[in-house]
């Protein structure tokens, strides 16, 4: 048995189940239409195939790598198939199925001292949560010139990245300004080393927010990673296919949220402020960046709301309330926040962004004595 191009078949006939758990398809167009054009599969069916897949999967001789890989991509599918086949999954056995991260409530404590931080360096003096969302609404990109400013900010970090970690010739993005998603932004990875992005306009973007949304999406982050790995794995063909709810997002989603650091730009306040200035924007990019560093252990909050509402049994309102006192987010906020949360497909993906990169930076941390940050980062966008 084949097991890698039954793989592929396994995880295209998810994808009739649940639209959208292919992230991204690079394998040829007759397999995914054979697929298409069969009857409409059973959960429970998809589940069994998948047990079956991790049966032979340790005497097809493949290399340690591939088989590790493999393997733990056919778990998560198989926990995807029990749990839409109905079967009583928990949310947190869902996560560590999917992710291989079991995930934990955060610690107020530290949410607190992020609280004081903010208080200390946001103008004003009411509530905090009114002035960070006071702060986060005026320091955004206007949204006529939010197609524009995407675009500066993606020339300077492509030629970074470019430098940093060579791509194809002919790669490229195009950028999209939508709304109506439950999402910041998206990158639909088309081959060929083609990426669309699509920023959600929904919401103010934060001048400070939009480079790393850009370095995420892009440069050096998932358009990047997948370019990489397609010129230097595009032979393997469990690489033709990119999925949702599998481990290797946990891995796609920390380095893209660590993409300025994989670019060494971890003081981008100074270089972001000339930016917007030729673009005749005002923005304090050093104050900027201290709010950023101070804010970020409030992004965990997400993924204990995420817990909260599908593991303690609470309700929006209380989700709501928590992501308001903690994350201090502003009701408009929170009501996009709690919409990914509730996604069907989404709803556990959380975990990816929170643990992801808090996994990533202990490991970028611990290189070599010597190393540059990039030199452990490329790995990350090279090896499955």
Request: aromatic share 8%.
């Amino acid at each position: 048995m084949d097991v890698p191009v039954e793989y592929l078949r396994l995880g295209l006939a998810f994808d009739r189940l649940e639209r959208g758990l292919v992230d991204a398809w690079t394998g040829p167009a007759q397999v995914r239409a054979e697929v298409e054009s069969g009857p409409v599969p059973e959960p429970a069916a998809l589940a069994a195939r998948a047990r079956v897949l991790l049966s032979e999967l340790p005497s097809c001789g493949l290399e340690p790598s591939r088989t590790a890989f493999l393997q733990a991509q056919l778990t998560a599918l198989e926990t995807t198939g029990r749990v839409l086949a109905g079967e009583p999954v928990g949310y947190v056995d869902q996560v560590e199925a999917w992710f291989q991260v079991r995930p934990v409530l955060g610690e107020p404590e530290a949410y607190a001292v992020a609280h004081a931080e903010l208080d200390l360096l946001l103008p004003g003096d009411g509530p905090l949560l009114e002035r960070y969302t006071d702060y986060r609404d005026a320091q955004s990109v206007p949204v006529e010139r939010l197609a524009e400013a995407v675009r500066e900010v993606s020339g300077l970090l492509r030629e970074r990245a470019r430098r940093a970690f060579p791509l194809p010739v002919e790669e490229v993005v195009d950028y999209e300004v939508v709304t109506g998603k439950a999402w910041a932004g998206f990158n639909y990875y088309l081959g060929e080393f083609h990426s669309t992005v699509a920023i959600n306009a929904d919401l103010p973007v934060g001048l400070g927010a939009l480079p790393p949304l850009v370095a995420h999406e892009s440069y050096p982050g998932h358009h990047t990673e997948r370019c990489r790995k397609q010129a230097r794995l595009g032979g393997l063909p469990e690489r033709d296919v990119w999925l949702v709810n599998t481990p290797e997002n946990l891995i796609a989603e920390g380095l893209a949220d660590l993409g300025l650091v994989g670019l060494d730009l971890q003081d981008w306040g100074p270089l972001v402020t000339e930016l917007y200035a030729d673009l005749g924007i005002t923005y304090d990019g050093d104050l900027g960046q201290q709010i950023a560093a101070a804010a970020l252990p409030l992004t965990r909050v997400r993924q204990d709301v995420a817990l909260l509402l599908h593991d303690r049994g609470a309700s929006v309102e209380q989700a709501e309330q928590h992501l308001a006192r903690w994350a201090l987010q502003s009701p408009d906020r929170a009501g996009k926040t709690i919409a990914f949360l509730t996604d069907p497909l989404w709803r556990a993906y959380i975990s990816t962004y929170v643990e992801g990169e808090a996994l990533l930076s202990r490991w970028l941390e611990a290189r070599p004595a010597g190393q540059p940050v990039g030199g452990r980062f490329v790995r990350l966008l090279d090896e499955p």
